[in-house]
C-alpha cells in the first residue's frame, strides 16, 4: 500500500511540475513588446484598480508583487513609453505618483483575457466538460493543500538546514 501510494505521489509530482513548466513557459513569454514582469504589473493594476480610483503607487504595486520598487519602476517606465498605463498625481498629496492603466491597456488586457479565455475554452472541448469540472474541482482542492502545506514545507527545509550547521 505505502509502495503505491508512493507511484502514485511521484506520477502527482511529475504532471504538477511539468503543468508548472508549461504555464511558467506561457507566462514568461513576451507577447509584444511586453516583457513578462510588464505583463505581470499590467495584470495586477487591472486586477487591482478600478475606473473611478487615482491608482496605485509603485510602492503599493512591488510590496503585493514581492518585487522592488526601482524593477517596478522600469517595468512602469517602459509601459508608460508604450501608452499602456498612466501616471497621476494623487488629488489627496500632490507629491504621490499613482499609476493606472491607459484607455489602450485596458485593451491589451482585455485582448490577453479573451486569448487565455480562448485557450481555456480549447481546453474544455479537448476534456469534454465533465471531466473539465473534475478537473477545475481537483486542481482547486490541491492548489489549496499546496498552499495550506508551503509554510510546513518552508519550515521544515529551514530547520533541516540549522540541523546542519
Not at 501510494?5 to 506520477?11: D, F, G, L, T
Not at 514581492?66 to 494623487?90: C, F, K, W, Y
Request: no cysteine; charged share 30%; aromatic share 6%.
Amino acid at each position: 500500500m505505502a509502495d503505491e501510494r508512493k507511484q502514485i505521489a511521484e506520477q502527482l509530482m511529475e504532471s504538477y511540475f511539468q503543468a508548472q513548466v508549461g504555464g511558467n513557459m506561457m507566462q514568461n513569454r513576451a507577447v509584444h513588446n511586453q516583457k513578462p514582469g510588464e505583463i505581470m504589473v499590467l495584470y495586477f493594476i487591472s486586477m487591482n484598480v478600478e475606473d473611478e480610483s487615482p491608482g496605485m503607487k509603485v510602492s503599493e504595486i512591488s510590496g503585493k508583487l514581492n518585487v522592488t520598487s526601482p524593477t517596478v519602476t522600469q517595468h512602469i517606465n517602459s509601459l508608460e513609453g508604450q501608452e499602456l498605463v498612466e501616471r497621476h498625481a494623487d488629488p489627496a498629496d500632490r507629491r504621490v505618483v499613482r499609476i493606472r492603466l491607459s484607455d489602450k491597456g485596458k485593451k491589451y488586457i482585455r485582448h490577453i483575457n479573451e486569448a487565455r479565455l480562448n485557450m481555456f475554452v480549447g481546453l474544455v472541448e479537448h476534456l469534454g466538460e465533465k471531466h473539465s469540472l473534475l478537473f477545475a474541482e481537483l486542481l482547486k482542492n490541491a492548489s489549496d493543500y499546496m498552499l495550506k502545506q508551503q509554510e510546513f514545507y518552508i519550515r521544515s527545509l529551514l530547520a533541516d538546514e540549522n540541523d546542519e550547521k
